[in-house]
Structure formats: C-alpha cells, structure tokens
DNA sequence: CAACATAATCTAATCGTTTTCAATAGGCAA
DNA sequence: TTGCCTATTGAAAACGATTAGATTATGTTG
C-alpha cells in the first residue's frame, strides 16, 4: 500500500541501496543515478520510513522534554533555547507533559527506554531523585531548571539558594524586618533552595524566623492571595512579600491592591521568574531573572556532547540569575 | 550492548515468539512459560525497543500536536483535553513548536510522512490552506481552535465570527457607538473571523466600520499597549476595545490605567480566550471562553476514530464559546 | 597488453520486534 | 491403539530502512 524505498528503487531502476545513498547524499553515486531517483522519489511522493531508519542506526534523533504543564510561560524560552541548541545538531526537540505526576513521568520515560527518542531532559522532575540518578546511569538523561539532590547527573539551572538569598536581602535592604514568604507545599528542590536562602538572608541580618510568615500552596495565582490574605491577617503584619514565583506573587499582589494597601510602600513584593504578565500587571512587579532561553540551550548542547562520548559529563552547571527592580519594591 | 527480546528469550529458554506473547498478554502461552519470561525481563533490566515493534506493526501508537508556541497559556487545556482523550485509546501527545514558521510547520509534519508519529493535530497552522487540505488526503491530518477556508478537513473549533459578533454587540448594547478592534497583522483564519463578526455587529446596529478604529499588531502585550494608546489619540476617540486576545487587552488595559482612564467607565474592554491573568489583572477583564478542554478532546477522539476507518470524518465542528462579564465592561 | 586501482553499483545481512504457519505434545473418544 | 482436537510452542518471514562486502565496469600505469 505504501510507497517504499523499493517502489523509488524499481521506477528508477536502479537498488534500493543506491536510492538510499542518494536520499542520504552519499558521494559515491553518479549523477545520473542521482537524477533519475530523485525524479523516482517526486513521481511517487515518496517520503522514506523514519522506523526503518531508526531501527537500523539505533538512532531517532529526537529529544524529549518533558514538563509538568506548559502553564508556565517562561518554559517558552527554555524551549526555544532547547530547540535551538538541537537544530543546530541535527535533531528535534518534542515535549511532553506529566500533569505534575510522578508516574505519569515514568510512563513517558518509557519512550527513552523504548528508545523512541534518544535522550530526555526534565524541566520538573515529580520523581524521587534516586530513581531519576538510577536511570541516569544508563540512558542520556538531564535536568533543567532544577537539580537533585544528589550530584551524580547532568544539570542545568541557576543558584536558586543565592537568588532567594539576593532577593530577600534586597527587601532587607530596603528597611523591611518582617518579610513573608509564600512558597509551595509540594517541595521541589528549587523551592526548597528558595527558601533556605530566604532564611539564610534573614539570618545574615539577625532577624529571628518566624514560622508564622511563611506560607504554603500550590504554584498559582490563587494561592498568592490566599497567602497574602493570610499574612496580612496576622497580628503583626509583614511589610514585604518575597513569593517563589510571580504567577504567586501576582496573586498576591492582586490582594494587596484590592485592600487599599499601597504596594510599594506599605508593602514591598518580589517575585520570581521574570514572566511576561510582571511588569504588564499594575503596579510593576520586581523579580528575579533567570537566564531561561541559555538554560535550555546549554542543557541540550551538553546533553547531545554526551551522547557522543563514552565519559558523560554529570556535572550541574548553575548560571547567573539577576534581580530586575521594579514599583513593587518603590523602584 | 543492549538487551533485545532474544537476549530474553535465551534466558527464559523459550523462542522469542513466546517472549513476545507474554510481553503482549496474548492468552496462549503457559504459565510456566509466562513465569519464566518475566523473571527474565526482570533480571535483565529488558525494556522492548518501540522502534522494531513500531516498524512491525506499522503504528506508533502516538499523536503531535503542533503549536506555533506554547507562549498561549490557553492551549494547556486544550492539550489537557487532546491527552485524556488519547490515553483513552491508548495514544500518547507529543507537542512541537514551529515558532510560528511554516516551513518549521512543514519540517515537523515530516514526522507524519515518516510515521514517527500516527496523527497529527495542528492547534495554529501557518501553511496555506491547500498544502493542508492536500496533506489530509493521505494522512491523518487534523485542526483544532482553527478552521481553514476549505471545508474538506477534520476540524474542531468555535464560531470565531459570532463570537466576534457576540462581544462587539455586547458593547453596542451597552451603548458604546466607536467600538476599536485591536487585532493581528497575521491573518489567521480565527482572526480574520472575530474581525468579521465584528464587523457584521457595527453593520447590524447600523454603526458605520471606521477603519481608523482598527489596529493592527502582533499576538502579544505591548500590541495591545501601543493599540490603545494609538486608538486614544485619534480626534474621535473610541469608548470601547475589543481585542481578539486577553494578551492584547491586558496590554490595552494597562495603557488605559496608566493614563488616568477609567476603565469600565470611560472605556470598555473585551478581550478573548479567558487565560488566568484575565481574573487576576486590576480591573478584571471582560472575555469570550472557549472550551478548550473540550476542543482538544473532541479533536483527538475525531482523529482517532479516523484513523480506524477508510471513511474518514472531515467535518468542521464548531462548539459553542460564552461571554464572561467582567470589571473591564462595568458588570 | 597485462595488471591494477577506482568508481559505481548491487546483493544480502542487519536492526528488534510481531505474527503466520507449521510442528509438537497431551487428552480424549472410538 | 488410532485418530482427532486443542493448547503451546518455535522457526522463519515480514516491516523498511542502512551498510558491509562482493561485483562489475572503467580508466590508468608500467
């Protein structure tokens, strides 16, 4: 029914290994053998059989990324470093989602295994770090934007424990005392890594913890206000909001201005993530940038180099983040 | 190097055949046996390579949707509902970006052609209506949020015109006479409807289309913030803006505020597609909702079902959109 | 002109599965 | 015992490409 490598090779008279050397330009083949396949392979509208081809170079040429939710927006630069970075090698890049759920995960890490695809990068690894260093070890495997806790696999992210430290700090420096935290319930290293460096801040500054000013939700708007609400009904109110993401911090900060409070002034905010709606959202939120389209790309062109090598690179590589000051801290 | 079905079989000492049934569930194969072959899958680690089964038996068993980019929070639902309906029957959804660029469109529709994939949904097509019409003749082509000006396509979307048409009458019927439309330079085919609607709503009310009222940007904020502010320094200015995207209006809307306007008031805002920022934005944001969930599902089980049939479904289903009353329009 | 290198081509093996078809073993009825 | 049916099983042929190795034709050199 389908038009094979055999079709093009009968109408053109000629092998079908020479069909193949000239769909694949191999130089030894003469030009009018040349000729007479590509007129073959255009009267038939023959396009060649990626199976066939994968099956026997063991090869696909297709990185998988895979994310919880292409909810979040600042991926889109991930992704176009990733792509980037995998062109210019020759391969695709495919993502997939999880829905935040961890065997969901594996269920796609199932096509590494099957080896529908060459190599894999998360960008929000659901599953135990364990498995994630385990599987490692025998497939091309990296992680972006987050990393694990331990250090025996290829990752790409930012120094999430000295940004979370740099953005507190900078409220600190403003004058603020008691600085509320909003993070999430679901405990990702980079939240985590937040959050200590929140505290390290703090420390650093001599104010005391206080459990009291943390708050703990799901990555969305939603949970910002709640937060926010939650804070601000404290006794003794916080005069700074540092959230893990400006998705958050939005929320947050939509509470604020809905209750007259001057955000600014009264109440300082610091987001993180740099997303589009930050410095669209009134008034302008300050946040930390991290380098997204050189994450994806980075993590890729070190993962396609150790798909080429017998001594894979497993090293994380962290790069610069930045703060970016806007109204929400009376910048 | 690695472990294959043979390796397997070896060790479970059965023929590979008798792997494979096991592997398979098929009824015919001894407990004995079954009990063997999976101690030996076990013991070796043994994971099927998709890439012999998937030339074998000439499927995938996998479905791309491709985008122009993820950027669009709303397709989140849109591909939550194209995975539900697929993991019902067994697919998976990969998702692929063209950036917006046909001829990155056509390179991953490669994937099609060479059956690296069983289906294809297209969620913004690029490429000319009769590339795609003639591609839906030979494989399984579908589109979704979108329609083409040719009928002869398995497409899943919204009535983009009467939507258009709903919105702006909306405005009319709150008794707005210069109604803007800020809209895309790119003519999509769900753009060049919404125009149109809105269009035959001015005509309808006997309002005379001004083209001065009509501006013409890209698909992201800061068109909407140039848009408004274009549209506000016109002589007669407009007391209402509709955007064909919340992206747009938020942008449109922050110039509003920016500049003392009030919003709701002096002027209106409707805006489409009903993404999270579109609640959370002050003032909140008037909308047309679209079912995206409901789109994507709908498309994938149509695209399924096609795949099992030589009489292909190629109709247009167009599912009904709301209008979400909000702030922006003084409700 | 023999001998040999080179270029172009073909034949057939190969990748890892699934599946057809034939073969075997065991149970049961006649 | 013989014949027949059924349940398991295995050998081998697909699937559609790439590629190693054999083969042929062509040109070049001594």
């Known amino acids: 029914m389908n038009i094979t490598i055999k079709d093009v090779a009968k109408a053109a008279n000629v092998s079908v290994a020479t069909v193949s050397r000239v769909l694949n330009n191999k130089n030894n083949v003469s030009e009018e053998a040349a000729r007479a396949v590509n007129r073959a392979v255009e009267d038939l509208g023959y396009s060649p059989n990626f199976l066939g081809r994968d099956l026997r170079k063991s090869e696909t040429k297709r990185i998988l990324a895979i994310v919880g939710t292409t909810q979040q927006s600042f991926y889109t630069d991930v992704l176009r470093?990733?792509?980037?970075?995998?062109?210019?090698?020759?391969?695709?890049?495919?993502?997939?989602?999880?829905?935040?759920?961890?065997?969901?995960?594996?269920?796609l890490l199932g096509m590494l295994f099957s080896r529908a695809v060459d190599g894999v990068v998360l960008l929000a690894p659901k599953l135990d770090s364990k498995t994630i260093s385990d599987l490692s070890k025998r497939f091309q495997l990296a992680i972006c934007l987050e990393r694990l806790d331990v250090n025996d696999i290829l990752c790409v992210t930012i120094d999430n424990e000295r940004a979370g430290f740099d953005?507190?700090?900078?409220?600190?420096?403003?004058?603020?005392?008691?600085?509320?935290?909003?993070?999430?319930?679901?405990?990702?290293?980079?939240?985590?890594?937040?959050?200590?460096?929140?505290?390290?801040?703090?420390?650093?500054?001599?104010?005391?913890?206080?459990?009291?000013?943390?708050?703990?939700?799901?990555y969305d708007a939603d949970t910002g206000t709640k937060g926010c609400e939650e804070l601000m009904n404290l006794e003794s109110k916080p005069d700074a909001i540092f959230s893990i993401s400006d998705t958050i911090s939005i929320g947050a900060m939509t509470y604020a201005v809905r209750h007259g409070i001057t955000v600014g002034k009264d109440l300082l905010f610091f987001g993180f993530d740099n997303i589009t709606y930050s410095h669209m959202f009134i008034p302008r939120l300050s946040t930390v940038e991290q380098p997204c389209y050189l994450q994806g790309k980075t993590v890729v062109e070190k993962l396609i180099a150790n798909m080429?090598?017998?001594?894979?690179?497993?090293?994380?590589?962290?790069?610069?983040?930045?703060?970016?000051?806007?109204?929400?801290?009376g910048d």
């Not at 990733?82 to 999880?98: F, K, N, P, R």
């Not at 894979?312 to 929400?328: A, N």
């Open 81 to 107: 470093g990733m792509q980037d970075a995998a062109y210019a090698e020759g391969y695709d890049v495919l993502i997939a989602t999880t829905r935040d759920n961890a065997d969901h995960e594996m269920h």
């Open 167 to 218: 953005a507190t700090s900078y409220l600190i420096a403003k004058g603020r005392k008691r600085i509320g935290l909003i993070t999430t319930k679901v405990r990702s290293q980079s939240s985590v890594d937040r959050e200590n460096g929140y505290r390290r801040a703090l420390k650093e500054a001599g104010i005391p913890y206080d459990e009291k000013l943390v708050y703990y939700g799901d």
């Open 308 to 329: 080429k090598t017998d001594t894979p690179d497993k090293s994380t590589y962290m790069l610069p983040h930045s703060l970016i000051l806007r109204e929400s801290t």
